[in-house]
């Protein structure tokens, strides 16, 4: 079955500079990574996801980039804001099939004003 | 659009006793409703999946006897934990997948329900 890694588990950065959150996946049959923002005490937020057939893109201060040959994906925040610390799950799963998001492990990140 | 609802937010019962949970998708109809379990500083644990009208597939480890779902329209799902015991307190949250739409494969989540089982 698909395992997801993600990486760093705790990441601190300075408000207005950028953030990056890197997570792999093992299964090639994977096609769709949707990245979550938890804030506490509530349900994820889906911020930002990406198909297979697409390498980049980007929402405004948020950027998503995959590398479906190294099976690895990445989010990118820009211009950090105080309102951006959050815990951030990445995920993947299969579009067909049994529809199963499998989740990293999360990220918890602090912007220090 | 997209927006998922879960009552109540927090519940505590006393051990023993069994509590429902409600999820809830209020604009659109889902094909797929998802219950997870999530604990303090960790990720997302599914529990089971449920499709309208038929049995819900529990994953591995999840004792369906204990955690019945019943997936009773397009717009509702509930999760009753019977005889709650004091491991069984979590957060709970559900999450649903559109019936149609362009985009038929985003998932979105509710806003989770705190258990406390004293």
């Known amino acids: ?113 | 659009g997209a927006v998922v609802s879960q009552h109540p937010s927090w519940v505590i019962c006393k051990s023993g006793t069994s509590v429902k949970i409600e999820c809830r998708s209020l604009d659109f109809q889902a094909t797929t409703m998802f219950w997870y379990r999530q604990f303090p500083k960790q990720s997302l644990m599914l529990m089971a999946t449920s499709n309208e009208g038929s049995k819900a597939t529990y994953e591995q480890g999840v004792e369906k006897d204990k955690f019945l779902i019943n997936h009773a329209s397009l717009t509702l799902s509930t999760l009753t934990v019977t005889s709650a015991h004091p491991e069984d307190s979590s957060f709970y949250i559900c999450s649903a997948i559109p019936r149609s739409g362009v985009i038929y494969y985003e998932q979105y989540f509710g806003p989770g329900t705190r258990l406390t089982v004293t």
């Open chain 1, 1 to 113: 079955g698909e395992n997801v890694e993600q990486h760093p588990s705790t990441l601190s950065v300075q408000e207005g500079d950028s953030a990056v959150i890197k997570c792999t996946y093992s299964d090639s049959a994977s096609n769709y990574f949707p990245w979550y923002k938890q804030e506490l005490g509530k349900g994820p937020q889906l911020i930002i996801d990406i198909r297979s057939n697409v390498g980049e893109k980007k929402d405004q201060r948020i950027a998503v980039t995959l590398n479906k040959t190294a099976k690895h994906f990445s989010l990118h925040i820009t211009e950090t804001q105080p309102e951006d610390s959050a815990v951030y799950f990445c995920a993947a799963k299969a579009i067909q099939g049994a529809q199963k998001l499998v989740f990293g492990q999360g990220t918890r990140l602090t912007i220090n004003p």
